[in-house]
């Protein structure tokens, strides 16, 4: 046959696998290898069995020919079919010897020589090596080794800034610390004209700066634009999905629910089946108590993806925003099963224990996502809470503390530290605590935050300080007016200072708020016999 008609039957090869033939394209491409037993054309065989999930086929093949250990594209093919088949021991020996370091640096095997990853073929290609990085780093994280998991992940990203799917297993997975994320963020080197993909992964890591540096970065993301060749037709990232749920996720942990809560409802409009922004919509109902949204969600995640572990995770934020607890439990649970690298499900099974104060089970839980997600800090702040509703306070401040090294950014660590402090007697302590997480807070103050604000209150109140503790109060009070502890908090400390009336006032608003209160009823007692003592005294004076 003549090499024309070869080529043409190539074509015809390439053509099936672009409209997803692929019995055709498995049937042509055997018969070009065939004609011409050329490396290119077995390799190509190979692909259209691969793409037409033959692969124990595809890996014979690819393993029977002299160049496959040669060739890194033949061994990493050979590995993707390994990889499929669930064989990771053989996959990981298939991908060849290396070392990595804590940072991301291959070593070879033999010589202990840094392995440098140049970037090869076309400049829009992902460099095969790190490809070969992240597959390394799945099989690893299939053998449940995630330390070398992660390194391996690290090595991918740094070999080709390009491989983002070695990023979003990092992220996802909660396996850098904020600090690492953003140390590994600035070691990647990106080309001049990727400077949008720099600006858009730092919007995907975890985002604790001050609103204006985080609102920055996404009007940065937002004017970038692309014109047509004439440039009459400009467009931008402006409403781009991945976008919107990044900012989405950054106003959840702002606090704002509703505003988040707003946008991902938008989104979800436009695009239906974005995953990401599905799960952070589903913890805006849940902090909301929107039962209703929670329920139709889950019924069509369990319907579209019933074997994803996203899917019953929404049912059991259902349940668990009805307080049916135990239900919520059974759902956090399977979820668990279907993918045990879903932290959300971990956390969420630990939480449906600690709201039945079922604390032995709930810390069990939070201890086996702190050790699965080594980069959240949540599970370790949620196992210092169960201590601290156990009156353990010093072991409470202990994982207050380790949950602080792994995100220093929260306000919410910042806050616990100086709940536990106060409960403590260390009222000097808390009082520094209490004022660094207003200081964390990124956003403007919202209701959410009035507690803390009391919190502050009553330290300074603690310490003598009346004049900074009615200011707190009152503070507070622009926030919420429907604090029992805010109005209670400045009734006493006005009574402390011998103002009686503005104490009996305040405690009247509190009593207000709730009748049947026994400290603030007493308290008005007391206070309205002073102030009457308080009279007759002057009187007294008077004559």
Partial sequence: MREEEIEKIRGVV??????????????????????????????????????????????????????????????????????????????????????????GIVYDAKDGNVIDFDKDGEDREINISSAICFLRGKAYGALQNRSQARQWYKAAIKADPLCYEALECLIESHMLTSEEE?????????????GWLSS??????KKYDKENTVELKFKKLENETSGSVSGSSMTTLANNTDLLACKAEYYHQCC???????????????????LKCTLVHLAAAMELGNSNELYLMACNLVKDYPSKALSWFAVGCYYYCIKKYAEARRYFSKATSIDGSFSPAWIGYGNSFA??????????????????????????????????????????????????????????????????AYHMKEYGKAVRWFEKTLSHIPSVLTETWEPTVVNLAHAYRKLRKDREAISYYERALTLSTKSLSTYSGLAYTYHLQGNFSAAISYYHKALWLKPDDQYCTEMLNVALMDECQN???AKVELC
């Fill in 14 to 103: 390439r053509d099936c696998v672009s409209k997803h033939l692929y019995s055709s394209a498995i049937f042509f491409a055997d018969k070009v290898a065939a004609l011409t037993n050329d490396p290119a054309d077995i390799y190509m065989q190979a692909q259209a069995l691969f793409l037409g999930r033959h692969y124990r086929r595809a890996f014979h093949l690819l393993n029977a020919s002299k160049i496959v250990l040669r060739d890194l594209r033949f061994r990493y093919l050979a590995a993707k079919c390994l990889e499929e088949l669930k064989e990771w021991d053989q996959c990981l020996l298939m991908l060849g010897d290396a070392k990595v370091d804590e940072d």
């Fill in 182 to 194: 953003s140390s590994l963020l600035s070691a990647l080197q990106f080309s001049p004209e990727d």
């Fill in 200 to 205: 858009f992964y730092s919007c995907l890591i």
């Fill in 256 to 274: 704002e629910y509703q505003k988040c809560f707003e946008l991902t409802a938008a989104l979800l409009e436009k695009d239906p089946f974005h």
């Fill in 355 to 420: 709201a039945q104060e079922e604390g032995d089970q709930a810390m069990s839980a939070y201890r086996t996502a702190a050790r699965l997600f080594p980069g959240c800090h949540l599970p370790t702040l949620y196992i210092g809470m169960e201590y601290m509703r156990t009156h353990s306070y010093k072991l409470a401040d202990q994982f207050f503390m380790q949950a602080k090294a792994i995100c220093p950014s929260d306000p919410l660590v910042y806050n616990e530290l100086g709940v536990v």
């Fill in 535 to 537: 009279g007759v005294d």
